[in-house]
């Protein structure tokens, strides 16, 4: 069984990584809130990891965060959800990446909402599958990591999008996780 399993959303995301690190237990959840968080659930089952590192690419409005930056996200919640059914799922962030709040969209391009219960002064991103990964890991009692890579601000059409360069600055952290 390993002690960590690393879920990407799609197998783009994924490759390179997969291909440095073939010893690393990697696994594809699909893309969106719904289809993450069963995938999640059923791999968590399957391989009982110590810690599960969800890791993929999201867009940002954040002029804090550069194009092709990691990022470490200690907060999630779900966009669209009223306030008083809306739940915080936070991480650890990991080495020195910049810390982020995300937030968990249905659809790209989403205006971030303002809140989640921290402070508007920090950096924010939207990702698809976040908080339904957290979720089931938070139920299982299993360790959670969530890094990102800037691909493209929100605004972007989606052929600005920087998607090769984002990936290739997740997969060296990865592979630096995998090292220490």
Request: one cysteine or more; charged letters at 25%.
């Amino acid at each position: 069984m390993p002690d960590t399993l690393f879920l990407f959303a799609t197998e783009g995301e994924a490759a390179r990584f997969r291909t440095l690190r073939p010893d690393a237990s990697v696994e594809i959840i699909g893309v969106g809130v719904a289809e993450a968080a069963a995938a999640a659930a059923e791999y968590i089952a399957k391989y009982a990891p110590q810690r599960v590192v969800l890791a993929g690419i999201a867009g940002t409005c954040d002029e804090q965060l550069q194009v092709g930056e990691c990022v470490a996200v200690v907060n999630d919640c779900l966009a669209g959800l009223p306030e008083s059914y809306r739940k915080e799922y936070r991480s650890e962030g990991w080495g020195d990446l910049p810390k982020v709040v995300a937030f968990t969209v249905s659809r790209t391009g989403e205006s971030l909402p303002s809140g989640c219960g921290v402070e508007l002064s920090t950096p924010a991103i939207e990702q698809m599958e976040g908080a339904g990964v957290a979720a089931v890991c938070q139920r299982a009692g299993v360790e959670y990591l969530h890094l990102r890579a800037i691909s493209n601000r929100v605004t972007d059409n989606r052929e600005e999008w920087r998607i090769s360069e984002a990936i290739d600055s997740l997969t060296a952290v990865l592979i630096e996780m995998c090292d220490r």
